[in-house]
């Protein structure tokens, strides 16, 4: 088995993880916004948010994937997203 399933990584797929893990390193104002569709959910609004709310949240982690995808300088102090 490799690796990645002997982690069992699957039961952190989900929209409640990537929020949260987005923020550390990142714009604050970017990944608090990626951040807002799943705070006080519970494991079982997860579904219903990211059906209800899915394109927001699609624009939202195309920001955050944006800001990943910039050298590191970047994104330190001034958000290139504004």
Not at 22 to 48: I, V
């Given at each position: 088995?490799?690796?990645a399933?002997?982690?069992?990584?699957?039961?952190?797929?989900?929209?409640?993880?990537?929020?949260?893990?987005?923020g550390?390193?990142?714009?604050?104002?970017?990944?608090?916004?990626?951040m807002?569709?799943t705070?006080?959910?519970?494991?079982?609004?997860?579904?219903?948010?990211a059906?209800?709310?899915?394109?927001?949240?699609?624009?939202?982690?195309?920001?955050?994937?944006?800001?990943?995808s910039?050298?590191?300088?970047t994104?330190?102090?001034t958000?290139?997203?504004?």
């Amino acid at each position: 088995m490799p690796a990645a399933g002997r982690c069992d990584w699957e039961q952190f797929h989900n929209l409640l993880t990537l929020s949260t893990s987005s923020g550390p390193g990142l714009d604050p104002g970017e990944a608090a916004e990626l951040m807002e569709h799943t705070q006080w959910a519970t494991d079982a609004d997860l579904p219903a948010i990211a059906a209800e709310r899915r394109e927001a949240i699609a624009e939202e982690i195309a920001d955050v994937a944006i800001l990943l995808s910039l050298p590191r300088a970047t994104t330190r102090g001034t958000s290139p997203m504004t």
